[in-house]
């Protein structure tokens, strides 16, 4: 584990929480993740989940509040959430907005300056990562599911979808389903990748979606009806199911009645997503 | 609800998670506290289960971290969290340390100046706070149990043992088991009470079994063995157990291999506490 700085562990369910930090190529920055190892880890390899989390949360809000561990724990799933930006770059507007730089790199790979430099998290997360962690962690390697919660969904879905055989499954709490056509994305994507909006589809699930990349296995969403970001536009889940009817995605799309966009609500779903992603995993 | 003040509320596990803010009179202060109301809160009233936290924790720790809310939604217990101690209440040296004042009242009445003003957080607990929950909300009068952690662990085990007949069932995590005996103790029992250690019995968990009010019914314990504060000697389980052993105490004191101090111990057993008081609560 030379690459990797543990900076705590809790044993947890009968396996172990764990942060770490590393020294990431990608984004050219210190990046931190944290790992739940469930105990079956100790027998034999387990698959892996990623989790990728929302706007201003780190590697800690999902490990602390969505009580994933303890389906995980027992449904034998490693769980892998990492930080959802680089930190402390030395880029000057990093911390100005919390919808762009720090807390929110959007899972793109930036083009432009100055993020260009630090804020590759689509790399990150798809091939670094995965790299470290079939490494560094008994996982077996290739067996491999995505999922997250608003931006972080947005992240899981298009991780998904670009690289059909890189994933088993993918699901998403509430994410941001069409990224270019709401108001934080194309604040994030004309910051990150520039104003040709052509460039910007490769980061739109909606768009991707239409590719036909996914149509063999089905995709899991559930979305609150009380979420504030549903009423401001900010998600349009509604955008992503008709792509999906178009194009013949098999989606189920869950509207949970009079939930918000909280770690509460999370937090009562998490475990039929974790029933979802077994189905493809073990 | 006129007494109270809603500051938010978050649909969770079909039921609701509420964070409230009221005037109390047994501290002269705003306090705060979370409820989980089950769903089947909604048809008929349900059982209450009140949780102490421990030192520096608020009502939100427990209500983010622990999943408590799963369980419950299954057994139909309303859960209960309080605030660990009023807060800027104008006692100068309420913020200094850690241990003492505002995140610490230790759940005794002070009798001290400057603290008796605002630190009667025995009675707020036991009389006031239940008086409002079962005016207030759809709970059965008088059906309670009660568990904490740590100091919270510590205020359980004393309401319940000073008072059998108002609660019906009793647990901890990793509580203060002997307060008198440990350096956190000393020090707020010191301050909050004076010199006279004979006052000091009625807040002392090991004293108090001695006196056989809960004979006829089990303590449960859940004790992590890496856990800091037991090297400390500040938690002293042991001794809590050869009082119980020797008034014929029926204790079940399970040291949990590997486990931390942390709501990750926490959450790993919080499934057994809750079947522990849904015995006696339903």
Redesign the interface.
Known sequence: MSKLTLNAQ?????GS?SYYQHSSSACNAPMRFSVFLPPQANISPVPVLYFLSGLTCSEDNFT??S?V??EAAELGIAIIAPDTSPRQTGIPEEDTDYDLGSGAGFYVDATQSPWQAHYQMYSYVVEELPQLIETEFPVIAGRRGIFGHSMGGHGALICALRNPHHYLSVSAFAPIAALKQCVWGRKALGHYLGSDQTLWNAYDATELVKQKTWLDKPILIDQ?T?DQFLRQQQLLPDRFAEACETVGQSLTLRY?????H????V??FI?DHLQHHAQFLQ
Do not use: I, L, M
């Open positions: 809790h044993r947890c369910f009968g929480v602390v509040k009580g561990q303890r609150g009380e949970q009645d009079g939930y918000d909280s770690y509460f609500f937090a009562s475990r």
